[in-house]
């Protein structure tokens, strides 16, 4: 009697095992990208609160600008320290008939957002409180209407597929603070 495995039955084993996994792995991509996708969302629409609040705390000033968290320099701005934080509303002077504006990084250095929301995002995040759309995201898509809040641009994070490329797909927060997909 023949004891263990001919050659041709570890093949077939191999075989059946490396059809598995290679229809496995696109399944496993999606559910990554759909959760940074998910963080995201929730990033933005935590960032357009924020900028409500502040707009508010502050009387008037706005917040703007961009960061990448995934950067260096998106790395420092989160993590902006709280003793840079120069709130206007501490004042109690209201903002200018032209409305003032304070940097994105405020809004992390008087505690209003957290590093640990976007820390490991590899998207770009754009703050604006008017409908603007940064011109070197391309075209502005239809559905981006309204008083956008937070614009959430996806960075191409690991090499795959075209929804991570800021023109393909852009998160949103609108004047309603829902936050949206152009993917959807």
């Known amino acids: ?21 290679s229809m496995a792995a696109p399944v496993f991509r999606a559910v990554r990208y759909e959760i940074k996708n998910s963080q ?46 120069n709130s206007p509303g501490a004042t109690g002077i209201p903002a200018s008939t032209s409305g003032g504006s304070v940097d994105v990084s405020q809004l992390f250095a008087c505690g209003y957002l957290s590093y640990k929301d976007f820390m490991s995002l590899p998207y ?25 809040y937070v614009l959430a641009g996806g960075v191409k994070a690991d090499g795959s597929g075209d929804k991570y490329q800021k023109s393909k797909g852009i998160i949103f927060v609108d004047g309603r603070m829902v936050a949206q997909d152009t993917y959807q």
């Open 1 to 21: 009697m023949k004891k263990g495995f001919t050659l041709m039955e570890l093949l077939a084993v191999l075989l059946v095992i490396a059809v598995v996994v």
């Open 124 to 148: 770009e995040f754009y703050a604006n409180s008017t409908d603007s759309f940064p011109s070197d995201w391309g075209t502005k898509p239809a559905t981006v209407v309204g008083n956008v």
């Open 40 to 85: 995201a969302k929730n990033a933005a629409k935590k960032m357009a609160e924020a900028m409500h609040s502040y707009y508010q705390a502050s009387r008037g000033y706005k917040v703007t600008g961009r960061f990448t968290p995934t950067t260096a320099a998106g790395l420092n701005l989160i993590k902006t320290a709280p003793s840079a934080c």
